[in-house]
C-alpha cells in the first residue's frame, strides 16, 4: 500500500531543505522506489537533491499552449490528449532510487488551475507504482485543500524556532481540521533551534495551537555552507547535527 507523505510550512523555514533530507533518509533506508512531487510553484527541490530539471509540468503546458496559438501541429497519428500525454510524461525525472515531477509554474497571470489538473492526472497515474510519495508543497495546503494531491498519511509541519512561525502552522492545522481532510499523523518538526533547544514562550506557543511536537531540528552550519556553494544540502554528511536529529525524528515515527 504506497505512503503519501507531505511536508507544509510557511516559506522560509526549511522545509524544502527537510523533505530533501527525508527523501535522502528513505533512500538509504532502501524504502524505493520513491516519488517525489514538488508541488511549489517555485520550486526549488532539485537543487536539494542535487538533480537537473530540464522541464516542468507548467513549462510543458505553456509549450503547448504558444504552439497552438502558432497553429502547430500534432504529429500525424496522434491526437490532441495522446500528444499532451506524451510530452506530460516527457517531464517525470527518473534517478536510481526515485523518480520526480516538478509541478513549476505557468508563464500567464491569474490561478494555477489547469497545471494543478495535470499535476494531479500525473500524480494519479504514478502512485500505486512506488512504495512512498513525498510531496514539497506549497507555503500553505493549497494543493491539499483542492483536492489536487492524493489522501496524506503522514503530515509534517515544518516551522522555524519562532512565536510568528509556530503560529502559521497553527493556522495550516486548523485548515487541516475544517477541511476534514484527516492525515493519520500530523506533527510539527522545529527547524534551526539554537543548539537544538526552544525556549519556554516558543514550548507555550505550541501548547496554545494545539501542535503535537515530534521533535526538533538545531541549526547546522553544514546546511548554511551548502546554500551558500549551492550544492546539495541533502547530502551533506549523515554525522551532520541536523541530519542525525531528523534520522531520530523518522525512526520514531517509523518511517
Known amino acids: 500500500m504506497p505512503h503519501t507523505i507531505a511536508v507544509a510550512g ?12 527525508m527523501i535522502d533518509y528513505l533512500i538509504g533506508q532502501k524504502k ?26 507548467g513549462a510543458v503546458r505553456e509549450e503547448i499552449a504558444r504552439s497552438e496559438q502558432k497553429g502547430g501541429t500534432i504529429p500525424k497519428g496522434m491526437t490532441k490528449a495522446d500528444y499532451a500525454e506524451m510530452r506530460f ?10 523518480d520526480m515531477l516538478v509541478m513549476g509554474r505557468t508563464q500567464g497571470k491569474g490561478c494555477y488551475c489547469y497545471v494543478n489538473g495535470i499535476l494531479k492526472a500525473q500524480v494519479d497515474k504514478y502512485i500505486g507504482a512506488y512504495k512512498y510519495t ?32 509556530i503560529q502559521a502552522v497553527g493556522r495550516i492545522a486548523e485548515m487541516v481540521k475544517d477541511l476534514r481532510l484527516e492525515p ?3 506533527k510539527l518538526i522545529v527547524n534551526r533551534a539554537p543548539n537544538g533547544v526552544l525556549n519556554d514562550g516558543v514550548k507555550a506557543e505550541i501548547e496554545a ?13 553544514a546546511v548554511y555552507e551548502a546554500d551558500c556553494e549551492g550544492k546539495p544540502s541533502s547530502k551533506i554528511a549523515h554525522s551532520s547535527p541536523m541530519k542525525k536529529a531528523l534520522r531520530e525524528l523518522l525512526q520514531a515515527l517509523q518511517i
Open 10 to 21: 510557511k516559506g522560509g523555514v526549511g522545509k524544502t531543505t527537510v523533505c530533501g533530507m
Open 32 to 57: 524505493t522506489p520513491l516519488l517525489v512531487v514538488d508541488a511549489d510553484a517555485n520550486s526549488n527541490l532539485n537543487e536539494v537533491l542535487g538533480v537537473e530539471v530540464e522541464t516542468t509540468l
Open 89 to 98: 510524461a516527457e517531464a517525470l525525472i527518473e534517478e536510481d532510487d526515485f
Open 134 to 165: 513525498i510531496i514539497d508543497n506549497e507555503a500553505g495546503l493549497e494543493h491539499v485543500a483542492r483536492g489536487t494531491l492524493p489522501q496524506v498519511d503522514t503530515l509534517l509541519l515544518v516551522s522555524d524556532c519562532s512565536k510568528r512561525g
Open 184 to 186: 493519520k499523523v500530523m
Open 209 to 221: 495551537q494545539g501542535l503535537e511536537l515530534l521533535g526538533v531540528l538545531p541549526q547546522d552550519e
